[in-house]
């Protein structure tokens, strides 16, 4: 190969191009990590002055039992988004959520009061009762090769029509009180759900952070045919994501029918587009590849203080979905634009690659 320069500091010709584009494709995953960070420091910062102005505005809004409320009420929902967002990092979508959190709740309810099964073993059966709907979603997305958005807005129609088929449309009451304890019981001066969801905050992220499925999920969100050609069992892990997601809907379902000591049949309508946006607002790309489980807890929990402080300075309810709505709208275009800019960017880099590999 030809040297160039002198005797004692000649360096092949070609040689220091391909380093040049490692260097920049190391560049572009910085950004796109940088990214990452931004988008979730952009909505805790939205967290934190909304929490400031609302402070302000009502003194009620920082008392312990207004805090705790928030935390029992947007725990639920933060702990579905956590399983969103693992949908949406496949460039995924899971819009049966809310239904299966209510089938989940009244199932467990009937198992308790018509069944006479012990309280402990029905929440069991109704979180696992999630899981088999996740497996069905899974396996209509992964081996019928429906679209994620068509298999799971079925699932949406069958999980509320069997809800209320089940009930005859009538709430199921009549809980035993150590079950209530799971929505409203405190260990010391935490609430029970915030402890069930710094649980699954834990174990959610060791799985997108330590495990195959969470590397897996990222690899087959940003491109699924490069993942099939890598080795990765596509269809076997996007299963599992969905199963994941549908025993959290069960679990979170558990939790709010014990939060109002009741299996209601109209539980969790909307419930799957606040996931959603819980998780678009933390930084999840609707394109897939793009999702942490912190950035779902913060989605969620802005959700939850937007609504907690519009009830608090009595604004009108709808405005509340107004505002969420135009939330939703700004996160979903700066992850277009951020998007955009960073394929601009690999395109660049790719080509300057080609260059220089051709001018060796």
Not at 99 to 120: E, F, I, K, R, T
Not at 296 to 301: D, E
Request: glycine share 14%; with cysteine.
């Amino acid at each position: 190969m030809t040297r160039t320069g002198g005797a004692g500091g000649g360096r092949r010709v070609g040689e220091e191009s391909p380093p040049a584009g490692a260097r920049r494709a190391r560049g572009s995953v910085l950004r796109q990590r940088l990214g990452d960070l931004v988008s979730q420091a952009a909505a805790l910062a939205a967290l934190i002055v909304i929490a400031v102005v609302l402070s302000i505005l009502s003194p009620r809004f920082l008392s312990y039992l207004n805090l705790s409320e928030v935390v029992v009420e947007g725990a639920v929902t933060a702990i579905i988004a956590v399983g969103a967002t693992l949908v949406i990092v496949t460039a995924g979508v899971d819009l049966s959520v809310g239904s299966v959190a209510a089938l989940s709740g009244v199932l467990g309810a009937m198992l308790m009061v018509d069944a006479h099964l012990p309280w402990p073993l029905a929440t069991v059966a109704g979180v696992l009762l999630g899981g088999v709907a996740g497996l069905v979603n899974g396996a209509l997305v992964s081996w019928v090769r429906l679209a994620p958005f068509i298999a799971t807005l079925g699932m949406m129609g069958v999980a509320r029509g069997l809800t209320f088929m089940s009930t005859g449309a009538v709430a199921v009451y009549g809980l035993p009180p150590g079950f209530n304890a799971l929505g409203q019981g405190y260990l010391g001066p935490i609430p029970v759900p915030a402890i069930c969801l710094v649980g699954v905050i834990v174990v959610f992220a060791f799985i997108f952070t330590r495990t195959k499925l969470g590397r897996y999920a990222y690899a087959i969100g940003s491109n699924k045919d490069s993942a099939r050609l890598m080795g990765i069992p596509v269809g076997r892990y996007l299963v599992l994501v969905y199963v994941l997601q549908g025993l959290l809907a069960g679990f979170g379902g558990m939790i709010a029918t014990a939060r109002v000591s009741s299996g209601q049949p109209n539980f969790g309508t909307g419930l799957e587009l606040e996931a959603i946006a819980a998780a678009v607002i933390g930084g999840a790309s609707l394109f897939g590849g793009q999702g942490t489980v912190s950035g779902a807890i913060i989605g969620a929990f802005l959700i939850q203080v937007i609504r907690d402080g519009s009830v608090l300075l009595d604004v009108n309810i709808y405005l509340q979905d107004v505002i969420i709505g135009i939330v939703v709208w700004i996160a979903v275009a700066w992850d277009y634009f951020r998007r955009r800019r960073i394929t601009e960017r690999t395109r660049g880099i790719q080509q300057s690659v080609r260059q220089s590999v051709r001018a060796g």
